[in-house]
Nanobody, 123 residues
Framework: VQLQAFGGGLVQAGGSLRLSCTTS????????MGWFRQAPGKEREFVTS????????YYADSVKGRFTISRDNAKNTVYLQMNSLKPEDTAVYYC?????????????????WGQGTQVTVSS
């Protein structure tokens, strides 16, 4: 399974970006999906995840109320809508396919990872 993330870029604080992650085959439509991020000098951290149906989600406290995850299984794509962006959201954002159908914040429960897309928020 290959994952391709799109949509990163440079945005001013308070702005919005929408990330997309497309998988190479339909396997992911039965799996939970997640977004993680890694800032320079920091460990990779959980951002949000969604179950295979799109009905169950988890969010990190730092992004609740600002970020929204969704998915379109017909397109093998998961989205991350990011609003009210802050400089501390600056990181490389990675999408991942979970080992099960559930949404999970546990990084060890993900089996496939995309290459990442850079998000930079200027103050």
């Amino acid at each position: 399974v290959q994952l391709q993330a799109f949509g990163g870029g440079l945005v001013q604080a308070g702005g919005s970006l929408r990330l997309s992650c497309t998988t190479s085959r339909r396997t992911s439509s039965n799996n939970g999906m997640g977004w993680f991020r890694q800032a320079p000098g920091k460990e990779r951290e959980f951002v949000t995840s969604i179950d295979w149906r799109g009905g169950g989600t988890y969010y990190a406290d730092s992004v609740k109320g600002r970020f929204t995850i969704s998915r379109d299984n017909a397109k093998n794509t998961v989205y991350l809508q990011m609003n009210s962006l802050k400089p501390e959201d600056t990181a490389v954002y990675y999408c991942a396919v979970a080992r099960s159908s559930a949404a999970t914040p546990n990084v060890e429960r993900y089996q496939y990872w995309g290459q990442g897309t850079q998000v930079t928020v200027s103050s």
